[in-house]
């Protein structure tokens, strides 16, 4: 299957700070991604939709200005979490459609996955 | 009513039984669907799809889809402890709109334990 590779896998911030997280398409072109939230023992929460050259589109109740996206290339999608705050700490996964052929898979394809401590 | 429904469990079974897992999508424009697996900390692997009505097999898992009573269901035989996880169902729910540029639906998963 398709590859996506996410970065860092863990990262511990002070609160206030911003962190980047990257994620990459390895061998596919990917015009979008999904960036999604998981808190412990809960369930994948979409926050947005990240679109190649245009501005991603945020679920409803996830803040935008907080939660920067940008999709400068085919194959990289980051999620910047701006002033982070304790209650920020979650573990945040990118995903892809894989794209074969000009026509897509269907399936989603998960990046690693970053943990994010915020203290 | 959430738009893809699964039991959150815990489903025990023991080693060697069959684990059935169900899934209920509200959409019945839904065109494909997935189930995924994720072991606590980790990511989503997907364990396949299926799109037609019937059953798919694939080793010891078989995805079983009834469009018409909009119900998905994953068949694991002879379960193993290391089948342990959450198992998650996903619907695409864009059917011939998809151009793969909207994500899955998920839901909240069903988590399995599997006793030695």
């Known amino acids: 299957g398709a590859v996506v590779s996410q970065h860092p896998s863990w990262v511990i911030c002070k609160s206030g700070t911003s962190v980047k997280i990257e994620c990459r398409s390895l061998d596919f072109q990917a015009t979008t991604m999904f960036w999604y939230r998981q808190f412990p023992k809960q369930s994948l929460m979409l926050m947005a939709t990240s679109n190649e050259g245009s501005k991603a589109t945020y679920e409803q109740g996830v803040e935008k200005d907080k939660f920067l996206i940008n999709h400068a290339s085919l194959t990289l999608s980051t999620l910047t979490v701006t002033s982070a705050h304790p209650e920020d700490s979650s573990f945040y996964i990118c995903?892809?459609?894989?794209?074969?052929?000009?026509?897509?898979?269907?399936?989603?394809?998960f990046g690693e996955g970053s943990r994010l401590t915020v203290l | 009513q959430k738009e893809v429904e699964q039991n959150s469990g815990p489903l025990s079974v023991p080693e060697g039984a069959i684990a059935s897992l169900n899934c209920t999508y509200s959409d019945r424009g839904s065109q494909s669907f997935f189930w995924y697996r994720q072991y606590s900390g980790k990511s989503p692997e997907l364990i396949m799809f299926?799109?037609?009505?019937g059953d798919k097999e694939d080793g010891r898992f078989t995805a079983q889809l009834n469009k018409a009573s909009q119900y998905v269901s994953l068949l694991i035989r002879d379960s193993q402890p290391s089948d342990s996880a959450t198992y998650l169902c996903?619907?695409?729910?864009?059917?011939?709109?998809?151009?793969?540029?909207?994500?899955?639906?998920f839901g909240s998963g069903t988590r399995l334990q599997v006793q030695p």
């Open positions: 299926i799109y037609s009505n």
């Open positions: 995903s892809a459609r894989g794209i074969a052929g000009g026509t897509h898979t269907g399936e989603l394809f």
């Open positions: 996903a619907v695409n729910m864009f059917g011939a709109l998809d151009t793969g540029r909207r994500a899955l639906t």
